[in-house]
C-alpha cells in the first residue's frame, strides 16, 4: 500500500521579534513541501488566536509544520494550543520548547547533565547601569529571545551599560555571562544523529565580532565553514554535548546546539574549551540558516529535510 501523504499547514510570521525570518523560514518550507508532493499551504499566526484556532479547526490540516520562531513559537505557548486541538506538529513539544526558550532554565538542565556552560548570572536590569555583574568582557542577554535578538557584548571601556538599559524593553532580567574568546561553531541534531559542526565567522564591520542577527540573516552576514576545521577531538566532543543537550532537553525532531569555542592558545595544536551556549528547538530554515547546510552536507536536501520533519511528528511530552 502507497503511503499517503498527510496535508500539512505550514505556521509561519507570529507577532515577536522575530516574525521576518519566520516568514522566510516559512515561505522556504512551503515550497519544500509541495516539491516533496504534499498538499501544503500557509497560515500567518497572528496575535488573534481564536482566528488561528477557527483557521485550524475548519481546515483540519494532519500535520502542522511549526515554521515559528521566538516567543509564542517557540516557547511551549502555541504547542500547548496544538496539544489542546490534537493536531501533530512537527519540532518540540510544551515541555523542551519551553526550558530550552528560558536561558535561566536550559542553563539549570545542562548543568544537572554536566554540559560545559559559561559563568553567569541572572540580574535585574533597573540595577545594570550601577556597575558591572561580572569582570569585563561579558555579554548580556535576554532571557527569552533567539536569533541573537537583544544581545550585547559589553567590552573594557565601552561604557554602555546605561544605554543598554534605556533601550532594554525584554522583561525586568537579563542574563549576563563570562565573554569566551574565539570562535562560534554549531552543530545540528535530526532526531538520535548530529550532522556535522559548523564555524562561524560573522563580518566583523557588520556585527561588532559576534554572531548576532544581522550576521545571521543577511546575505555576506558571515561565512560558514563545514565541516569546522578544529581539533579533531573538540570536533567530535561538540557532537557528542549537542547530542547529549537534544537528549536532556527532551527535544523531539531536530534541534540545533551553539557553541563557544576557545582554542586562542593552541589552535589545532590541542583541543580548546567548548561552552554550551544555547539549543534552538526551531532552528532557522532561511536561505542562510545553519540546519539545512548540515543537512546539505550529509546528503539530505533542503526538501528531504522538511518532509522528514513532517513524517517524524511524534506523540507529545
Aim: glycine residues 10%; proline residues 6%.
Amino acid at each position: 500500500m502507497s503511503h499517503v501523504k498527510p496535508t500539512v499547514a505550514v505556521l509561519m510570521g507570529g507577532f515577536s521579534n522575530e516574525r521576518e525570518v519566520s516568514l522566510s523560514s516559512g515561505r522556504g518550507v512551503l515550497a519544500a513541501l509541495i516539491e516533496a508532493g504534499y498538499d501544503a499551504r500557509a497560515i500567518d499566526a497572528g496575535a488573534d488566536l481564536s482566528a488561528l484556532v477557527d483557521t485550524l479547526t475548519r481546515d483540519r490540516p494532519g500535520v502542522v509544520f511549526n515554521a515559528l520562531h521566538g516567543p509564542f513559537g517557540e516557547d511551549g505557548a502555541i504547542q500547548g494550543v496544538l496539544d489542546w486541538m490534537g493536531i501533530p506538529y512537527t519540532h518540540s513539544g510544551i515541555r523542551a520548547s519551553a526550558v530550552a526558550m528560558d536561558k535561566e532554565a536550559a542553563r539549570a538542565v545542562f548543568a544537572s547533565a554536566g554540559l560545559p556552560i559559561a559563568r553567569g548570572t541572572v540580574i535585574a536590569i533597573d540595577r545594570f547601569a550601577d556597575a558591572d555583574p561580572l569582570p569585563l568582557p561579558y555579554v548580556i542577554k535576554p532571557l527569552n529571545e533567539g536569533s541573537s535578538v537583544g544581545v550585547s557584548i559589553v567590552r573594557a571601556g565601552s561604557n554602555r551599560r546605561g544605554e543598554i538599559v534605556a533601550t532594554w524593553h525584554y522583561g525586568p532580567t537579563a542574563l549576563v555571562e563570562e565573554f569566551i574568546p574565539g570562535r562560534e561553531i554549531t552543530v545540528g541534531v535530526m532526531g538520535d544523529r548530529a550532522l556535522t559542526v559548523t564555524d562561524i565567522t560573522p563580518n566583523s564591520s557588520a556585527s561588532d565580532g559576534f554572531y548576532d542577527y544581522e550576521a545571521k540573516y543577511s546575505a555576506g552576514g558571515s561565512e560558514h565553514v563545514l565541516p569546522a576545521d578544529i581539533h579533531p577531538d573538540a570536533f567530535a566532543e561538540a557532537m557528542r554535548l549537542a547530542l547529549v543537550a537534544h537528549q536532556a532537553l527532551g527535544c523531539r525532531g531536530a534541534s540545533r546546539a551553539d557553541f563557544r569555542y576557545d582554542d586562542t592558545l593552541h589552535g589545532r595544536a590541542a583541543p580548546g574549551r567548548l561552552v554550551l551556549l544555547e539549543v534552538n528547538t526551531q532552528p532557522g530554515l532561511t536561505p542562510t540558516s545553519l540546519l539545512p547546510e548540515q543537512a546539505a552536507y550529509c546528503g539530505i536536501s533542503y526538501a528531504e529535510m522538511c518532509a522528514w520533519m513532517v513524517e517524524n511528528v511524534a506523540c507529545r511530552a
